[in-house]
């Protein structure tokens, strides 16, 4: 499935998993309590190819979009796509997700950030993802100091 020129409506049907990853992959331009990482798992090379060309020639705040290098351990691409924490940061997510529902025909996005078992709907988004910088470095140095407790605690536990 290569596009030319433009791709269109529903020509990714069936081709891109309707459960996204939000800020569970690390950022490659800059840290990650600057940037969130938005990560679509797809079928095959060439939609993967296609949905990365879309994101990043889109009208969004975008800083990057690619494709990963080789297939996760289903056999799917993953497109991965940067974004800048901030006061829009939720906004753009939602029309990224809005307007690749166009390509996909997915209805109903669920998110995972790697922190919760189970997929969350979209309407979780603003409690989920931290879209202040400042704030996000203060939740990971209060979790880093957090399981560095539990691992003294385990310590002494066996001591």
């Given at each position: 499935?290569?596009?030319?020129?433009?791709?269109?409506?529903?020509?990714?049907?069936?081709?891109?998993?309707?459960?996204?990853?939000?800020?569970?992959?690390?950022?490659?331009?800059?840290?990650?309590?600057?940037?969130?990482?938005?990560?679509?798992?797809?079928?095959?090379?060439?939609?993967?190819?296609?949905?990365?060309?879309?994101?990043?020639?889109?009208?969004?705040?975008?800083?990057?979009?690619?494709?990963?290098?080789?297939?996760?351990?289903?056999?799917?691409?993953?497109?991965?796509?940067?974004?800048?924490?901030?006061?829009?940061?939720?906004?753009?997510?939602?029309?990224?997700?809005?307007?690749?529902?166009k390509l996909s025909e997915i209805e109903?996005?669920?998110?995972?950030?790697?922190?919760?078992?189970?997929?969350?709907?979209?309407?979780?988004?603003?409690?989920?993802?931290?879209?202040?910088?400042?704030?996000?470095?203060?939740?990971?140095?209060?979790?880093?100091?957090?399981?560095a407790l539990e691992e003294r605690m385990?310590?002494?536990?066996?001591y």
């Amino acid at each position: 499935m290569i596009i030319s020129e433009r791709i269109s409506k529903g020509q990714l049907r069936n081709m891109i998993n309707d459960v996204v990853s939000i800020d569970q992959y690390k950022s490659k331009i800059d840290e990650d309590r600057n940037i969130v990482v938005l990560a679509f798992e797809v079928m095959n090379e060439n939609a993967a190819d296609d949905l990365s060309n879309f994101i990043e020639t889109g009208a969004y705040d975008v800083e990057d979009t690619e494709v990963s290098a080789s297939t996760n351990v289903e056999g799917n691409y993953m497109v991965y796509s940067e974004m800048r924490r901030g006061q829009k940061l939720h906004e753009t997510l939602r029309k990224v997700l809005e307007d690749v529902s166009k390509l996909s025909e997915i209805e109903n996005w669920k998110f995972s950030t790697g922190k919760t078992g189970m997929p969350q709907p979209l309407d979780g988004l603003e409690e989920a993802i931290c879209n202040d910088p400042a704030e996000y470095q203060r939740i990971q140095e209060a979790e880093t100091e957090q399981k560095a407790l539990e691992e003294r605690m385990r310590f002494l536990a066996k001591y």
